[in-house]
T-cell receptor, first 115, second 112 residues
Framework: GAGVSQSPRYKVAKRGQDVALRCDPI?????LFWYQQALGQGPEFLTY????????KSGLPSDRFFAERPEGSVSTLKIQRTQQEDSAVYLC?????????????FGPGTRLTVL | DQQVKQNSPSLSVQEGRISILNCDYT??????FLWYKKYPAEGPTFLIS?????DKNEDGRFTVFLNKSAKHLSLHIVPSQPGDSAVYFC???????????FGQGTRLTINP
């Protein structure tokens, strides 16, 4: 069946531009996670949702980062006034239910480059 | 504050031999540990996990060992195959936590 998909796969933005990254989770998956992976590092947690409720956004690096999942399926990660330090791969993952014991299935990521 | 550390950025192993990837953690509250494998241009895929109530979990060629007193876990791959060449991430989670805390990754190369 279809896995987690993300779009666009690559995004180049000029510093100061706003960007929106989309995640389509596996159908029926309740939980959705966003991670940021800087070059040469492991993924770092940003935020997660249970259905449409954003239950933890403690990993968002600044108030320029905003995530939503209004209908409990597709999610969008928005970054306002992008900075060079925002350059990274943004990974989305979904799982059938809450709890780390439930496998998180990752999408291929969106590589964001801020010039 | 890196709570999960993989101190070897890369590892090269001959095909057929054992690959051992190591991971250390600092947070004693972590109770669930996972290994993910990542190929270029793809997202990480789950490989194997272990709960803190166990010290070993085996799945085919893959075995994870957990040493709670040393706050150390390792992934053994036997025998190593060319398709095992990838970046391996160790991850951990605490009680009731949803998010995963990842290490920096180790790039494993299996040589023919």
């Amino acid at each position: 069946g279809a896995g987690v998909s993300q779009s666009p796969r690559y995004k180049v933005a000029k510093r100061g531009q706003d960007v929106a990254l989309r995640c389509d989770p596996i159908s029926g998956h309740v939980s959705l996670f966003w991670y940021q992976q800087a070059l040469g590092q492991g993924p770092e947690f940003l935020t997660y949702f249970q259905n449409e409720a954003q239950l933890d956004k403690s990993g968002l690096p600044s108030d320029r980062f905003f995530a939503e999942r209004p209908e409990g399926s597709v999610s969008t990660l928005k970054i306002q006034r992008t900075q060079q330090e925002d350059s990274a791969v943004y990974l989305c993952a979904s799982s059938l239910a809450l709890g780390a014991y439930n496998e998180q299935f990752f999408g291929p990521g969106t590589r964001l480059t801020v010039l | 504050d890196q709570q999960v550390k993989q101190n070897s950025p890369s590892l090269s192993v001959q095909e057929g031999r054992i690959s051992i990837l190591n991971c250390d953690y600092t947070n004693s509250m972590f109770d669930y540990f996972l290994w993910y494998k990542k190929y270029p241009a793809e997202g990480p895929t789950f490989l194997i996990s272990i709960s803190s109530i166990k010290d070993k979990n085996e799945d085919g060629r893959f075995t994870v060992f957990l040493n709670k007193s040393a706050k150390h876990l390792s992934l053994h791959i036997v025998p190593s195959q060319p398709g095992d060449s990838a970046v391996y991430f160790c991850a951990a989670s605490g009680p009731g936590a949803q998010k995963l805390v990842f290490g920096q990754g180790t790039r494993l190369t299996i040589n023919p």
